[in-house]
């Protein structure tokens, strides 16, 4: 899906933030469109990269943007609330199934540097959410002859 595509779906489903893997942007991006803010960062990676598409009443509130690995970017905006000054967006993109198989120690750091941010933006954030792209298998399907 192209970039345009991609922004006229967040304006017709109403998304405020969209976490998006699997750029493929190497000098990562900060660009506007469709008034929409597409954020990506920079990645060393032909397989992966990350960003978000802000919606355009957010922009103004964005503070920071940072890439922690490959794997793992934060999205922090400033605000005013009773419970703190900030909301905190974690873009995840789990390693798949095949690389942890070779490398079980590839997945056990993406979730050792995951607890870290996660358990630092905890005493940082109003409110701290994490999406994306873990690449988990949660179930097997049901056989549908049955």
Same mark, same amino acid.
């Given at each position: 899906?192209? =970039?345009?595509?991609?922004?006229?779906? /967040?304006?017709?489903?109403?998304?405020?933030?969209?976490?998006? &893997? %699997?750029?493929?942007?190497?000098?990562?991006?900060?660009?506007?469109?469709?008034?929409?803010?597409?954020?990506?960062?920079?990645?060393?990676?032909?397989?992966?990269? #990350?960003?978000?598409?802000?919606?355009?009443?957010?922009?103004?509130?964005?503070?920071?943007?940072? =890439?922690?690995?490959?794997?793992?970017?934060?999205?922090?905006?400033?605000?005013?609330?009773?419970?703190?000054? =900030?909301?905190?967006? #974690?873009?995840?993109?789990?390693?798949?199934?095949?690389?942890?198989?070779?490398?079980?120690?590839?997945?056990?750091?993406?979730?050792?540097?995951?607890?870290?941010?996660?358990? %630092? &933006?905890?005493?940082?954030?109003?409110?701290?959410?994490?999406?994306?792209? /873990?690449?988990?298998?949660?179930? =097997?399907?049901?056989?549908?002859?049955?």
């Amino acid at each position: 899906m192209n =970039k345009h595509n991609l922004a006229t779906n /967040f304006t017709r489903y109403g998304i405020d933030v969209c976490c998006i &893997q %699997e750029t493929k942007i190497f000098l990562g991006c900060d660009e506007e469109i469709n008034n929409h803010g597409l954020i990506c960062l920079p990645t060393n990676n032909k397989a992966s990269g #990350l960003g978000f598409i802000v919606n355009e009443k957010w922009k103004p509130k964005i503070d920071e943007v940072w =890439k922690v690995s490959e794997r793992i970017s934060v999205l922090q905006f400033k605000i005013e609330s009773k419970r703190g000054d =900030k909301i905190t967006v #974690l873009n995840v993109y789990g390693p798949q199934t095949g690389i942890t198989k070779k490398t079980p120690q590839e997945a056990d750091r993406f979730y050792e540097q995951l607890n870290e941010i996660i358990s %630092e &933006q905890r005493k940082k954030s109003s409110l701290l959410v994490i999406a994306g792209d /873990f690449i988990s298998i949660v179930g =097997k399907r049901a056989d549908m002859d049955n």
